[in-house]
């Protein structure tokens, strides 16, 4: 038996709504892509202090993460899972001060988990651009941004851990212009639909 129903599929009743969220907060969506852009862009011209940035911001993240989930798990110390759940909080507190004490030990480690991430957002990138073009929505970027993602994750393997203190904000700010422009471009097609239906 073949089928010929696409790999993602959305629902029509999901699809309208979707559809009419974007109609009516397009100006949210042209605003969140405009931002996205021009923080790309900052990202671009400033790599190494954006792979700094990034790297210090998922240090802190984790330090408060693991003293939030630790002090949650201590007040239920009956609970099952707790000395697991209590490591997984003391383990997540040590990577954000690792991250946070030694700064260039956590470029080469988030070099790689960037890669694993690029390659994960290229696939869905893909599969989403697939599903726009059935829905008839604009869908070149995305699979372009796709794409881009793909061939990002093979530049940041070939240079590791050369490249690893710059090529996180390069290549972040290169990933947001990416993701911005459909945004734009989606808010743009859903103002026109709206102006031709008024």
């Not at 700094?52 to 899972?81: D, P, Y």
């Not at 480690?109 to 599903?131: K, M, N, R």
């Not at 993701?179 to 031709?196: K, Y």
């Amino acid at each position: 038996m073949s089928s010929t129903q696409p790999l993602l599929t959305i629902g029509e009743p999901l699809a309208d709504t979707i559809q009419a969220n974007l109609n009516e907060h397009w100006k949210l969506y042209l605003g969140s892509g405009i931002l996205m852009v021009l923080l790309g862009v900052a990202a671009i011209l400033l790599p190494i202090i954006s792979t700094l940035e990034i790297e210090m911001l998922i240090g802190w993240l984790l330090i408060l993460g693991g003293v939030f989930r630790s002090l949650t798990v201590l007040k239920r110390r009956h609970v099952a899972g707790f000395g697991m759940s209590l490591l997984s909080g003391i383990l997540s507190i040590c990577l954000g001060l690792i991250l946070v004490g030694r700064p260039l030990q956590g470029m080469l480690t988030l070099t790689i988990l960037l890669t694993v991430f690029f390659v994960i957002e290229g696939v869905s990138a893909v599969l989403v651009a697939l599903e726009e073009r059935r829905q008839r929505h604009p869908w070149g970027w995305t699979l372009f941004n796709g794409i881009i993602d793909g061939l990002l994750a093979c530049l940041i393997w070939q240079g590791w851990p050369n490249d690893a203190t710059w090529i996180i904000g390069l290549y972040v700010g290169i990933n947001m212009i990416f993701l911005g422009f459909p945004l734009i471009l989606l808010a743009l097609a859903a103002r026109r639909a709206q102006t031709r239906s008024a």
